[in-house]
């Protein structure tokens, strides 16, 4: 599951460089965490019927009163998901306010301008080419105009962002947090539609939603696409990092929850108990432990102030290795016992027994401080620049320079080295 990280890719690289977000479940088609290991390690066999229920349409309906206010596109245009999966970033003409977030380390100048399409005629008639190769969808020399390619969901895009002031988008499964380090607020706040396709294009976990969401399935072994997409836009809420907790449920047990941040926060631990009460309250009074469709899944939960005792529902995710454990390992938590959990009061209405709940320590928050969540996938300011030139100018010709600048630098090296073996 870990990344190999390469000069050359920007907005979709080949899948085996995709990792799992902190939130949502991603991984390569083709990486260690596959079907052998889930089977070795022992998980419940992974199904598309598994993986659709987990996708936040299928469950938001059920559990809506427990999600922050969220609006849903379904069914989006065809020519969207091509224009996600194209290469280049093309914005439209009344985003040309925006820039590039300049709190990277990877960049050299204060901004970096976006590069802004000229509206073009979109083909109504036109199919998602599921069949093509990632490599292969390409939106082709042509600067297409998101408000032309797609007017209407453009429209109801800035109505959405009109009625919530600003919104964090996500696809049927992922969120892109992996690209908010290109935002201009540096967070998934988006007040633009032109916010909204910038990290949208520029994010691994949503390419892995386009194109591999049911890798290792067993039912499906063909298909790896989902047959609808749909935009969800949640009303931008300002969250505290430190109150957000996955959960592990196994059997319809919870058997464990873990910090989502990676940042250590002294005032938590005192807190556990009270937490863990909250948790597992929520766990019974939404209903969300009998009324899930599967015995075995991760959700994730925020709450604004413990002493409130309210809980948000965020997300769900599916029980496979796809899914980051967090604070955990997956044989740590596959060898949980769920009998050994508790969910429900015992005689005296105390919890009998609350399930492991792991913080960050404080010698993990220091080795994590000076490491940027997702920089993994943050690149050089070069090949920003280059993902987002016109006129066939992308990767490609940026990869070409580049192996052209290492040949010249290899030639002068070996020119060099003759020279003073002559001397």
């Keep these: 599951m870990e990344d190999h990280n390469t000069p050359f890719y920007y907005h979709h690289p080949p899948p085996f460089v995709l990792s799992p977000p902190a939130s949502e ?9 596959s079907t052998a290991v889930t089977s070795t390690l022992g998980f419940p066999e992974i199904t598309k019927e598994h993986i659709d229920n987990c996708a936040f349409t299928s469950w938001h309906p059920r559990y809506r009163k427990h999600v922050p206010k969220t609006t849903i596109i379904h069914d989006v245009d065809p020519e969207f998901v091509t224009y996600l999966l194209s290469d280049g970033i093309f914005l439209p003409s009344e985003h040309r306010d925006a820039e590039w977030s300049s709190d990277s380390e990877w960049s050299d100048d204060e901004s970096q301008n976006v590069s802004y399409a000229k509206p073009v005629e979109s083909n109504a008639d036109s199919d998602i080419d599921w069949d093509a190769d990632e490599d292969e969808v390409s ?19 800035k109505e959405v962002i009109d009625l919530y002031g600003a919104v964090t988008p996500k696809l049927n499964w992922s969120s892109p947090r992996d690209a908010q380090w290109i935002t201009a607020t540096n967070s998934l706040k988006c007040v633009t ?6 990290i949208l294009k520029s994010s691994n976990f949503i390419t892995h939603d386009l194109m591999h969401v049911y890798d290792d399935c067993i039912s499906v ?3 790896t696409r989902p047959d609808k997409v749909s935009l969800v836009l949640r009303k931008w809420i300002e969250f505290n990092p430190s109150m957000e907790f996955r959960v592990f449920v196994r059997d319809r047990h919870i058997i464990a929850i873990s910090q989502r941040s990676e940042a250590f926060y002294s005032f938590l631990s005192p807190l556990k108990s009270r937490l863990s009460k909250l948790i597992l309250s929520f766990f019974l009074d939404s209903t969300l432990k009998n009324s899930f469709p599967d015995p075995d899944f991760v959700f994730d939960v925020y709450i604004p102030k413990p002493e409130s005792g309210r809980v948000w529902l ?3 995710n599916p029980f496979t290795p796809r899914t980051d454990s967090l604070s955990y390992t997956w044989p740590e938590l596959l060898a949980i016992s769920p009998t050994l959990r508790l969910d429900s009061p015992g005689p005296d209405q105390l919890w009998p027994e609350e399930p492991q709940f792991r913080l960050v320590s404080q010698d993990e928050g220091v080795h994590t401080f000076s490491t940027k969540p997702f920089s993994e996938h943050m690149v050089p300011s070069d090949v920003v620049e280059a993902s987002v030139k016109g006129g066939g100018v992308g990767i490609a010709e940026f990869a070409k320079q580049w192996k052209e600048m290492l040949d010249k630098s290899e030639t002068s090296a070996d020119m060099r080295s003759d020279s003073q073996s002559r001397s």
């Design 139 to 157: 939106a082709g020399p042509t600067a297409v105009d998101p408000a032309s390619a797609f007017p209407e969901l453009h429209q109801k895009i």
């Design 314 to 316: 965020i997300d769900i």
């Design 25 to 33: 479940t991603s991984s390569p088609s083709d990486s260690p965490s």
């Design 221 to 223: 072994p063909e298909q």
């Design 193 to 198: 539609p032109g916010d909204i396709y910038l």
